[in-house]
Every structure is written in C-alpha cells, then in structure tokens.
C-alpha cells in the first residue's frame, strides 16, 4: 500500500497559472520535505515541515510556497509558474533523523 | 560545506557485481543512504547504514563505509536486468537535511 501519495502525478499548466501540487502520507511522520528535482539532477530542497514548524532553504525562489494543514497533507503552491520551474516534484516524510520515504513525484511540465 | 558526488554512469553484464561508489564531505553525518530511482518514479529507499557501522549487507547489497575517507559503496551482487535504474547516495547533515550526490545510471547488459 503506497504510504506517501502525490496528485497528480502528471500536471501540465500554462506559463504563469498558479498551481498546486498535493501530497499525504499514512505513516504519521512529523517531518514532511518538497523536493524539486530536474533532468539527470540531484534532488533539490526547496522546504520542509517539522511539524507545523516551516524551513524554507534560502535559495528557494519565493514563487514557491508550502502548506501544510495537518500532519497528514502537504501542499506545494507555484504562484507563477515559468519554463525553469518544469521539473519533477517530489514530496517525502520522516520522523525526525530517520530515513525518508518518497512519493512517486509529480511531473510538472509547463506550456 | 555539504557536498556528495557520485560518479555518473556504470555499465555492468548481467550476473556481474557492480559496485556504485560516493564521496561526501560532512563528517558529522549520523546516517547515510542508498535511494533507487526507476523512470519516472520516485526515489525508493534501497538501504541505509549508521555513521559507526563499517559495513552492512542485505541480501544482494552490500554497504561500506569508509568514515575516513568519506567514502561510501553499494555493492549490487548477480545484478540483474531490473536493477538497471539511477542510484543516489545521500547523508543526513547535522541540520537533519537530506543531501543528495547527482545520481549514478546503472546499465546492466545482458
């Protein structure tokens, strides 16, 4: 049974319409992470949730913003989405310090 | 700073080892990981060894750690057609982040 969930796995959407990208997990991990990651690239940071406490990584660009209303939903919101933000979205859970379990990532391509 | 590079391509024959190999630089990282990614999928955890551990083996894998060196290994035992996909080494850094190396592809010919 998939334990960390993401909607839609596939999105396309117009150069500059807001989007959100969902996640939720059913392993009740405090700690809730996005990760952009592109072609042939690392995974990337963008911001995690240690509870309800938001950390955003300092190079994250501030069309990108976070919710996350309860333990079990996190969601991703692009404000304006530009060709550069075309990437897969990945979302992962843990506890504190221990090994994360990852979504099978949303694919955004933007037109 | 937190830095992992991996080397980029491996290329094996079926029912060869193989042996994907990282580098990192935080030596206060408590655990590091072994992700697979397949096409288009999200990141599978593989396996994940404890900073005072020298080695770990499960099943066909095969972790080693090299703690001064900074130097971490899978190695994938009688590899296999479906073990063809990307390989990410990751530490946890003292600031509870996930850093990842670029990723390694391995192909595995049969």
């Known amino acids: 049974d998939a334990m960390v969930i993401q909607n839609p796995r596939y999105q396309v959407t117009q150069f500059g319409k807001p989007v959100t990208l969902s996640c939720s997990q059913t392993l009740n991990h405090n700690v809730m992470y996005w990760y952009q990651q592109k072609s042939s690239q690392a995974p990337k940071l963008l911001f995690h949730?240690?509870?309800?406490?938001?950390?955003n990584e300092a190079d994250t660009p501030d069309n990108f913003q976070s919710r996350r209303p309860n333990t079990s939903f996190c969601f991703l919101d692009i404000r304006s989405p530009g060709l550069g933000d075309a990437a897969m979205y990945l979302c992962?859970?843990?506890?504190?310090?221990?090994?994360?379990?990852f979504g099978q990532g949303t694919r955004l391509t933007v037109v | 700073g937190e830095d992992v590079e991996q080397s980029l391509f491996l290329s094996v024959r079926e029912g060869d080892s193989s042996v994907i190999n990282c580098t990192y630089t935080d030596s206060s990282s408590t655990y590091l990981y072994w992700y697979k990614q397949e096409p288009g999928a999200g990141l599978q955890l593989l396996t994940y060894?404890?900073?005072?551990?020298d080695m770990k083996q499960d099943q066909r894998l095969t972790v080693l750690l090299n703690k001064k060196d900074k130097h971490l290994s899978l190695r994938i035992a009688d590899t296999q057609t479906g073990d063809s996909a990307i390989y990410f080494c990751a530490e946890r850094s003292n600031t509870g982040k996930l850093i990842f190396g670029q990723g390694t592809t391995l192909q595995v010919k049969p």
């Open positions: 060894i404890f900073s005072n551990m």
């Open positions: 992962a859970t843990s506890r504190f310090g221990g090994e994360a379990f």
């Open positions: 949730y240690y509870d309800k406490d938001f950390n």
